[in-house]
């Protein structure tokens, strides 16, 4: 059955680091862009990142301010979601979700995503 298992959430305090990693199993991720979603309390999901399905494109939503990284290894059937100098705000339930196209045109279409993640909580506080 096709699925994709994260890992890496947490507590974490402003100013520090987590990585997520999505690993996928029953497809081949090799042919799907893999988007980053977060849903913070009270609001809607958001799509906050994107790769290609060869990893050589990378989108990213203005509000990260360059803090995170997205990247992706084919080989391991997995992605990952580097997250630095965490910031209260981005407290939420972090989503990866795989997308049946090479390319992240439109990455932020819930909608247009085959297979999700179960979800993660991330949680920024001192």
């Known amino acids: 059955q096709p699925q994709l298992v994260e890992s890496g959430g947490g507590l974490v305090q402003p100013g520090g680091s987590l990585r997520l990693s999505c690993a996928a199993s029953?497809?081949?991720?090799?042919?799907?862009?893999i988007g980053w979603f977060r849903q913070a309390p009270g609001k809607e999901r958001e799509g906050i990142s994107c790769?290609?399905?060869?990893?050589?494109?990378?989108e990213y939503a203005r509000s990260l301010n360059g803090r995170f990284a997205i990247s992706r290894d084919n080989t391991k059937h997995t992605a990952y979601l580097q997250m630095n100098s965490l910031k209260p705000e981005d407290t939420g339930i972090y989503y990866c979700?795989?997308?049946?196209?090479?390319?992240?045109?439109?990455?932020?279409?819930?909608?247009?995503?085959?297979?999700w993640s179960q979800g993660t909580q991330v949680t920024v506080s001192s």
């Open positions: 979700a795989a997308v049946p196209s090479p390319y992240c045109t439109g990455y932020v279409e819930i909608n247009e995503y085959d297979y």
């Open positions: 790769i290609s399905s060869s990893g050589g494109s990378r």
């Open positions: 029953g497809f081949t991720l090799d042919y799907y862009a």
